[in-house]
């Protein structure tokens, strides 16, 4: 009886687990080639855009280079002009001027709002 609890404890938490983060990357991160580093719910090069999300739930500023800057602002500049330490020993490349401000700010309201589905 143990072993049929267990197993369908894990076969349950695996199917919701699936459910939860079914979601796609969207189109701009295709095209600006984010996946090439970045899948939403598994390590790549960089680390999951869930575990990303998870991280800042609840938080409103970031620190980047020193300076404090919204949530939104401070990811968007990290992603934007590249950085290292957050996520281990990878650097994360700039990514500007070949993704537009704009998009990356999309981007980064995308990844924060992961872990509001969840």
């Given at each position: 009886?143990?072993?049929?609890?267990?197993?369908?404890?894990?076969?349950?938490?695996?199917?919701?687990?699936?459910?939860?983060?079914?979601?796609?990357?969207?189109?701009?991160?295709?095209?600006?080639?984010?996946t090439a580093c970045h899948a939403?719910?598994?390590?790549?090069?960089?680390?999951?855009?869930?575990?990303?999300?998870?991280?800042?739930?609840?938080?409103?500023?970031?620190?980047?280079?020193?300076?404090?800057?919204?949530?939104?602002?401070?990811?968007?500049?990290?992603v934007a002009k590249g950085g290292?330490?957050?996520?281990?020993?990878?650097?994360?490349?700039?990514?500007?001027?070949?993704?537009?401000?704009?998009?990356?700010?999309?981007?980064?309201?995308?990844?924060?709002?992961?872990?509001?589905?969840?």
């Open positions: 009886m143990k072993l049929m609890t267990v197993t369908v404890l894990v076969a349950s938490n695996l199917i919701f687990s699936n459910a939860v983060w079914a979601v796609d990357m969207p189109p701009l991160a295709k095209k600006s080639n984010c939403i719910d598994k390590k790549l090069v960089g680390p999951a855009w869930v575990e990303v999300s998870k991280r800042y739930k609840g938080v409103d500023k970031y620190t980047y280079k020193g300076e404090v800057y919204s949530l939104e602002e401070g990811l968007a500049m990290k290292s330490g957050n996520w281990g020993t990878m650097p994360m490349p700039a990514n500007s001027p070949t993704i537009k401000e704009a998009d990356i700010r999309d981007l980064v309201k995308f990844i924060i709002e992961l872990e509001k589905q969840h």
